[in-house]
Structure formats: C-alpha cells, structure tokens
C-alpha cells in the first residue's frame, strides 16, 4: 500500500460477508491501523469474522484492498 499522508482525503468501507457494513470519508490518519481502528468504531457491535476493507485515497489517486479478521474482546 502507498502512504499516507496526514493532508489526505481517505474513503474507506467495510465489507463483511459481501455486505458493506460502513463507510467513511476520514482526514488526519497516517497508517491502515488508524482508518482500521475508525471502520471498527462506527461498524455494528456484531461484525465478526472474515472481513473486506476498501481504501481509496482521493488526495495521491490510489486504491487499496485488504483482509482483515474481526474479533471483538
């Protein structure tokens, strides 16, 4: 994935089980972990599982796809 830049304009959604769970249009993260961490947030209490995050950044023009496991402690 390419960098991020704290100026960027990141859309990221949420997939789960081919269902788009949320979607955000985030400024001033630095790292995947962060808009991560802020798809969990805004995301229902019962995601759980095998998982699908888009990121698109508006401000460098790429796009980025990743799997993530959802577990909530």
Known sequence: MATISLSDEIFATLHLRGNSV????????????????RLIKSAPALCRGMATVEIRNGSQ?????????????
């Open 22 to 37: 949320t979607s955000l249009r985030i400024k001033g993260v630095s790292s995947f972990a962060e808009i991560l961490s």
């Open 61 to 73: 023009g790429w796009a980025a796809r990743r799997a993530v496991m959802l577990s909530r402690a």
